[in-house]
């Protein structure tokens, strides 16, 4: 009985407008409709996740110079755009175009990148 009113309700909250659950399974699905809050939101972690698996690695490896910058920039950007040109199919231009996709989370994970990428190397070769 609890499962059918469950059902219920969710169907209830969606017809009354308010947003439906989010679902890991339409991260990889090119079918599913995004609104731009949602696709900011999953652009900008899978940013931030980027930066430190790449803070930490440059940490780790010791790897020093702005070149390294420019590398994780280049590389973060690239599977953000890999990830909604390719992997979604979306259009771009639905969502403010190119320069707002590749934009999003940018700022946040340099901070976050240079905070992992100096804390790992301090660390463990000082």
């Known amino acids: 009985m609890k499962e059918k009113s469950s059902k219920s309700t969710k169907s209830h909250q969606q017809h009354n407008g308010e947003v439906p659950p989010f679902s890991f399974n339409k991260l990889l699905d ?27 690695l440059w940490g780790a490896i010791p790897l020093v110079g702005a070149i390294w910058i420019v590398l994780f920039l280049l590389l973060s950007s690239g599977i953000v755009y890999c990830y909604y040109a390719i992997v979604l199919k979306i259009d771009e231009e639905e969502y403010g175009g ?17 905070l992992a990428w100096i804390l790992v190397y301090s660390i463990f070769h000082f």
């Not at 609104?35 to 996740?49: C, E, N, S, Y």
């Not at 190119?98 to 240079?114: D, K, N, P, R, W």
């Open 30 to 56: 090119p079918e599913a409709s995004w609104d731009k809050d949602q696709l900011g939101d999953v652009l900008h972690w899978i940013r931030q996740a980027v930066a430190l698996i790449c803070g930490l």
């Open 98 to 114: 190119h320069g707002t996709l590749l934009q999003e989370g940018m700022f946040a994970s340099i901070t976050l990148f240079l």
